[in-house]
């Protein structure tokens, strides 16, 4: 069992489901979702061996599965996990899987969407256990290709206009990254293009790491969600269907912040401390501003949009403090990893509710609802519910992943440290008046007739409420194989 090459297995899921999607006629519908269920959930049980079998008091990269892709260029397909690639690949796992079940539904071009869905979790399982640089960006890009059909074929709301403004944003990103990811290999001598191997080659001087660290933050922090390149996913998250905006929220966004900490800040440390004042403060802003746009939104979607820009930015604020610490902050670190996977779970249930309100109302102006609690209870709780984790409550993982951030930030750059937690009091502001307006303001008896959350639709949206409940009560479940990082060699 000890050479079974678990992660390969587990990237072959989604590529399985894929390839089968491919071959079913299209208009066996209930086979097409029956078939990317059993292969989300596959990957599910196979993350969770995965974290089982994970050695936290060794810690390092494990389970490295290796095999020469391009020998003559120094490409490998190299997979292998380390604590924040674990916890990563369980939050793709969760996603992939409610993200199926939520759309079950579904009518319009069922094959289509679900082999598109399918490629994307394939390039973002790739992005999370790849060690080799060029795998890396290949199945980035494959991650990010997907997302321009899904949202202009199955989307709503100007969806053409905002799945363009999403590609060309996320390209002019690629445009950056590339040549620095070039850039690295050439430098350390053009024979490798292993992570570790890059980061441990000593060939990147100081002038060299702080001219090129830019190209790679901007670059990876444009998915980010990064002020101010964000303006691609509040429109982003509005047009698109319900798992896409999961995914796309969940874990897309997580790709660029696991970019910047599995290669710039690895690859380009001094680079990185040299930058981290200037991209904290940026990040600090996005918090604030991220918070203080979704007061004035009406629109669902934008409300939960412009949260992600402030949610993320506490993310890329914990990766600036550690990336001032040269590494020793190992709070801030643990604490952007933390948010990383809490802000994916809660963003998923956030669009799982607010898309089954959609898909009968057609509707999602929060100035056209009131008393949803009582129409819809079982929908609007676990609305309520990603509510409170949003605003960092106690009991709900968020509560420690924004409190481990603050505290680093405030022992490290004291002034950002209470501007971000200010922004706390703005989502505080945005999210009490949602629940007030739409689901405890007065009833609007337009919408009596609508009907609520079945048994078998109310199944995702009840995992991803235990999963933030479990992280929230035991955070030292998360919290132990995050620090597990780096013990063993990791970074």
């Known amino acids: 069992m000890t050479d079974f090459p678990i992660l390969t297995v587990t990237l072959l899921c989604p590529a399985a489901a894929l390839l089968l999607t491919l071959l079913i006629p299209g208009r066996m519908d209930r086979l097409i979702k029956g078939v990317n269920a059993l292969c989300a959930l596959a990957s599910l049980v196979l993350a969770i061996v995965i974290w089982i079998r994970f050695d936290r008091s060794v810690g390092g990269f494990q389970m490295t599965h290796d095999i020469p892709w391009v020998p003559s260029l120094g490409i490998h397909y190299t997979v292998a996990v380390d604590g924040a690639a674990v916890v990563l690949t369980l939050l793709t796992s969760l996603v992939f899987f409610t993200g199926v079940l939520s759309m079950w539904t579904l009518k319009e071009r069922v094959k289509e969407y679900f082999a598109f869905m399918a490629a994307l979790v394939f390039g ?37 206009y905002s799945a363009m403004k999403l590609t060309l944003f996320l390209m002019a990103g690629s445009v950056l990254l590339f040549p620095g990811l070039i850039a690295l290999f050439v430098r350390s001598g053009g024979d490798t293009w292993n992570i570790i191997a890059l980061a441990e080659s000593g060939a990147f001087s100081r002038q060299f790491q702080i001219f090129v660290y830019p190209f790679i933050y901007i670059g990876f922090g444009v998915l980010a969600g990064m002020f101010p390149f964000h303006g691609w996913s509040p429109t982003g998250h509005v047009a698109a269907p319900t798992a896409v905006s999961m995914l796309h929220a969940g874990v897309l966004m997580k790709l660029g912040a696991f970019g910047i900490f599995r290669v710039a800040i ?78 994916g779970i809660m963003t998923a249930l956030f669009f799982s509710a607010v898309g089954f309100i959609y898909d009968q109302t057609h509707d999602r102006d929060i100035r056209h609802f ?122």
């Open 124 to 160: 973002v399982f790739g992005v999370f256990l790849s060690l080799d640089l060029f795998a890396f960006f290949f199945f980035y890009e494959l991650a990010v290709l997907p997302m321009y059909p899904l949202i202009a074929i199955w989307g709503s709301t100007r969806k053409e």
């Open 266 to 343: 690895t690859c380009l440390p001094e680079g990185a401390a040299y930058w981290a004042p200037t991209f904290a403060t940026l990040a600090t802003i996005g918090i604030v501003y991220g918070a203080f746009v979704a007061m004035r939104q009406t629109d669902f979607k934008y409300i939960i949009g412009f949260s992600s820009v402030s949610h993320m930015g506490i993310v890329l604020l914990g990766l600036n403090v550690y990336a001032a610490s040269n590494g020793a902050s190992d709070i801030a670190r643990d604490g952007a990893i933390f948010q990383m996977f809490a802000h």
């Open 370 to 491: 009131g008393g949803l609690a009582s129409q819809v209870p079982v929908a609007s709780s676990m609305f309520i519910v990603a509510a409170l984790c949003g605003m960092g409550v106690p009991g709900f993982a968020s509560f420690w992943a924004e409190l481990l951030v603050f505290i680093a930030a405030l022992q490290t750059y004291p002034v950002l440290g209470v501007c971000a937690i200010v922004g706390l009091i703005f989502t505080a502001a945005y999210v009490m008046r949602v629940l007030s307006t739409a689901m405890f303001g007065p009833r609007n008896p337009d919408w009596d007739h609508l009907v609520d959350v079945g048994a078998w639709l109310v199944t995702p949206r009840v995992i991803l409420v235990a999963v933030l409940l479990l992280f929230g009560f035991y955070p030292t479940l998360i919290l132990d194989m995050i620090r597990s990082v780096g013990a063993g060699g990791g970074p």
